[in-house]
């Protein structure tokens, strides 16, 4: 008996997938699997459901502590794409593991997922899946399957499809992020109207406070309440979102080379990022923090890539790691505006000396004003040379140019 663990979400094209694996694939059992990372309740309701109605065996792994975790790592790297903070893309390694898991207990042959040929989802699952001896199957891709095809289909054979489900736009929501694709907003050109938002409202006038405590990069409290990490990015999800903070419309470059138009609610990432990243302007070294952008600007690109268990990750997570030590305080944040600003920092790291940076003292360290003279004169010392050098070879072939005029006539 052939088995195929399915990545399963009750939506037109996982259940589609589920006949399919039998009728063309050849599969003598399916089995549906929906991943928990964080998704709203009526998605796994209609998952379940709809599994029911198929007489699908479907399991659900609840993977929300482990994503959290992963969040938060994206954190300690200031991690985003193009400014895309990367929810559906951290989410994706961890849900293929998951699925895998179920698989290999089950004694599967097979993962099969629903994704297009056309997206990144294809390529995040199976870099996860591929290091398995089961096989990888995408239906869709495989059999060129439309949307259109997927609905006729669907309805000769009396699937559970509510008139193409979704609704008007693509989503897809976890703990990180919330996207918003697919229809008019396709067009670049067209301005997504106010409905498409969930979990932010439209920015207004009132502001708030909030104090997010880090411990070595990770988050550990917000308004001194500790919490875990599942309970602290729902948290600030509200709390932000009530502001509007985290929206981000954006031309996005996929992994094929398609460019994509892209709209995301993200109030936790973008409130956690600005607050750590205050925080790092705190306690890091101007070298730290420079050199930790080119890291941080591969840490995303990998992750966009749902690249998580590349060795290269493990190296910048290496450096990554050993700036962290010291990123531990408390950073207020204002939201006001749309807006999620730091407006105060403290930590017993702070490489800060306010007496230095005053106009008021005079000697610091043994340091005094007069000896930033010497620094002073030797400021722009080669610039000023490279540019006499230049200034003298231009006089020169002016000179040379009007000499020449001259002789020539
Ligand atoms: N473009 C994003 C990514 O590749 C998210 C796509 C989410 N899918 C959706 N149907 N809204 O990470």
């Not at 039998?22 to 059992?29: Q, W």
């Not at 895309?84 to 961890?94: D, E, F, K, M």
């Not at 000769?156 to 193409?164: F, K, S, T, W």
């Not at 997570?317 to 944040?333: C, I, L, N, S």
Request: aromatic share 8%; glycine share 10%; with cysteine.
């Amino acid at each position: 008996m052939e088995t195929v663990a399915l990545a399963f979400s009750g939506g037109l094209d996982t259940t589609v997938c589920v006949p399919l694996l039998e009728e063309e694939y050849g599969y003598d059992e399916v089995i549906g699997v929906t991943v928990d990372v964080g998704q709203p309740d009526a998605e796994f309701d209609e998952a379940a459901e709809t599994a029911e109605t198929l007489d699908l065996d479907h399991y659900v792994v609840d993977a929300k502590a482990e994503f959290a975790e992963v969040c938060l790592d994206s954190v300690t790297a200031n991690a985003d794409y193009q400014g895309y903070p990367l929810g559906t893309a951290l989410a994706r390694p961890v849900i293929a593991e998951a699925i895998l898991d179920v698989a290999q207990e089950h004694g599967c042959d097979a993962l099969a997922h629903g994704c297009t040929g056309k997206g990144n989802d294809q390529l995040r699952f199976e870099a996860v899946w591929r290091g398995s001896d089961l096989d990888v199957i995408a239906p869709v891709r495989e059999l060129g399957l439309t949307r259109e095809w997927e609905m006729e289909y669907a309805d000769d054979h009396d699937l559970p499809v509510e008139g193409g489900n979704e609704g008007v736009w693509s989503i897809d929501t976890n703990l990180w992020s919330r996207s918003i694709e697919g229809g008019q907003l396709e067009d670049p050109g067209y301005v997504p109207p106010e409905n498409i938002y969930e979990w932010t409202d439209a920015p207004g006038g009132d502001t708030e406070l909030v104090e997010i405590e880090f411990e070595q990069g990770y988050p550990v409290a917000v308004d001194g309440e500790a919490m875990e990490p599942v309970e602290l990015i729902e948290a600030l999800n509200e709390l932000a979102g009530a502001h509007g903070v985290g929206r981000t419309d954006m031309m996005e470059d996929r992994m094929l080379g398609l460019k994509v138009r892209e709209n995301y609610e993200h109030p936790a990432a973008t409130t956690l990022l600005a607050a750590h990243e205050a925080l790092e302007g705190l306690v890091l070294t101007k070298e730290e923090r420079s050199f930790k952008q080119q890291v941080e600007q591969q840490w995303s690109e990998k992750a966009y890539e749902g690249l998580l268990a590349h060795p290269l990750m493990d190296a910048l997570e290496g450096f990554v790691d050993a700036t962290q030590t010291k990123v531990t305080g408390t950073v207020t944040v204002k939201f006001d505006g749309g807006q999620a600003r730091p407006v105060a920092r403290e930590s017993e790291y702070a490489v800060y000396s306010e007496d230095a940076a005053s106009f008021n003292t005079e000697t610091v360290q043994g340091i005094e004003q007069a000896d930033a003279t010497g620094v002073a004169k030797y400021h722009g010392f080669q610039a000023r040379l490279a540019n006499e050098v230049a200034d003298a070879a231009a006089e020169k072939e002016a000179a040379l140019a009007t000499d020449g005029g001259e002789t020539d006539e």
